[in-house]
């Protein structure tokens, strides 16, 4: 043990300096001259200096639009190693006795799959969006504070690195470094008791990603408030930018106290205090400390997708978005009373009953502006010119798993329910409605609905409906397998599930079992094809050569980042550009419809 503190307080001494070192870099962090050449958001010409060249550029760069290039590759990756924790699970549980994880495997695989696609892949692939697109969408030249924006991302890196460090130690450390098997919500008393380093490497891994994600919501903040162009007003200002600012605002009030609590957490583990000892009724006030700022992440990682959906859905309906006024009002509703619902997370903790009944009204009513935003973008598509593009489809299946995953939701806010499904796989299967169901395909619509600004091409149409049908079969074929399994009774992080008849059947079990990870190979087939599809795209595809890839303009809705997009390919012909082969189909004819 004394050499895993040693070691761990090495890598965080190492860490702080990378950290103060960045911080004090020659150039005067508080002034800021961009990096990014050519013309600004609104259009003013700016002489700036030229970007360095090869990886200089990635690892000093303050535009706005490299770091969200960055923040969307990180996050991809963080999908790619969340996914195949996920498939490991799966197969793990294909049998009743386990096919090939041992108890602790397991349970270090849950704990991070869970750690990893919250936090290294949720926020930072918002994040993404919201740097390369806030800047353009409100005609700001750049993020309010660049170089801190920089910072932030690159809190992230060492934060991923400190959450996995546990797989990389545990061979050369012969198991004396393990990583964290706590799950994601790290209860206490076991997280307290865990006797391993890799529990602490985890949790200064997430206070750091917490440290970034509040630089990043101060400075969306700032950037929103004080870096509109002139004909941005409030009335005006974009439903994706609004959702960013709820957002950013929800952060504000939710990390700094995830943050204090695993303070508070390493102390007891490693100082002997007692702030959540079993004496003192410690394991509750974790409990209410965690799902304090737990719930308003649930809304914190949904929120930024409701508004990419809100954004993109309308321009492949040829019409501008129904209510958009109540669209706002909701999402400020659901920002206000998201901090009103935490303890719907423990009704089974012997909560007063009055308590409890309180939490479930507000637990029942933030239904109601999630159910005006749905009603809101099936308005929308009514009598709408729909047109199936991928990023259209991946709106659509949105909508219809957020409904199932609304829904379900709503089920467990209900005290009587809960307490026979809680801590089931119905509460596993409603979670990952709303996290890959929802929240993966708004990303998902998203990166292809931009894929032309991101990259000046154009990705394989076909392979992006491809994608699109192997993500919904998958999705719904795993997760409503897992809420058949909650209502057989089924608890969630176990290992094995051998029991015959005390629940339920064990061949009806191992059955919906089956299905899940069946529905999860076809899920990841379509991720695989996914990330075939933007790298080939990316270094080969057809060069986009109009600035409205979606002839968006002829219903009047071309927005302000593609009239950026616009102006840059006019700026390169220009300068001398080569023209070079224009965007074709499938079928390799000259593309006349938009998808």
Known sequence: MAAGDLLL???????????????????????YTPLAGGGSATGETVVHREKPAGIV???????????????????????AVGGIMAMLIRIQLVTPAGAILGPNAYNSILTSHGITMLFLFGTP?????????????????DMAFPRINAIAFWLLPPAALLIWAGFFLAPVTDNMIEP???????????SVEQANPGVDFMLLGLHLSGVAATMGAINFIATVFTERDDEVSWASLDIFSWTILTQS?????????????????????NLATTF???????????????????????????????????LILPKFSGRKLFGFKFVVYSTLAIGVLSFGVWAHHMFSTGMDPRLR????????????????????????MW?????????????????????????????????????????????VGHFHYIVMGAIGFAAFAGIYYWFPIFTGRMYQRTLGKAHFWLSMVGTNVTFFAMLALGYLGMPRRYATYQFDGAIAPLAQVETFHLLASVGAVILFVGQLIFVWNIVQSWLEGPVVEDGDPWNLEDDGLLDREFEWFDRKLETAVTDGGEEEQSVLTDGGERAESDD
């Open 125 to 141: 692939i918002i994040a993404a969006f919201a740097n390369y697109f806030i800047p353009l969408l409100i005609g700001a030249d």
């Open 249 to 269: 605002a929800l952060i504000l009030f939710a990390f700094p106290l995830l943050g204090s609590a695993i303070v508070m957490l390493l102390l007891d583990r």
């Open 180 to 190: 964290a098997q706590t799950a994601w919500t790290m209860y206490t008393p076991l």
């Open 276 to 310: 959540f000892a079993v004496e003192g009724g410690g394991p509750l006030l974790w409990q209410h400390l965690f799902w304090f700022f737990g719930h308003p992440e649930v809304y914190i990682l949904v929120l930024p997708p409701m508004g990419l959906v809100s």
């Open 9 to 31: 307080t090495g890598l965080m001494a190492v860490l702080l300096v990378g950290i103060a070192a960045l911080l004090t870099r020659i150039e005067d962090w508080r002034s």
């Open 383 to 427: 009598n709408g010119r729909l047109r199936l593009t991928s990023p259209m489809l991946f709106c659509i299946g949105f909508v219809s798993n957020f409904i199932i995953g609304g829904v379900t939701g709503v089920f467990l806010a209900a005290v009587p329910v809960d307490l026979i499904l809680h801590d089931t796989y119905y509460v």
């Open 57 to 79: 550029r990635w690892l000093t760069t303050v535009d706005h639009k490299d770091i969200g290039l960055l923040y969307g590759v990180y996050a991809v990756i963080a999908l």
């Open 357 to 380: 009944a309180s939490f479930m009204a507000v637990s029942l009513a933030i239904a109601i502006p999630s159910a005006v935003k749905t009603f809101n973008w099936i308005t929308t």
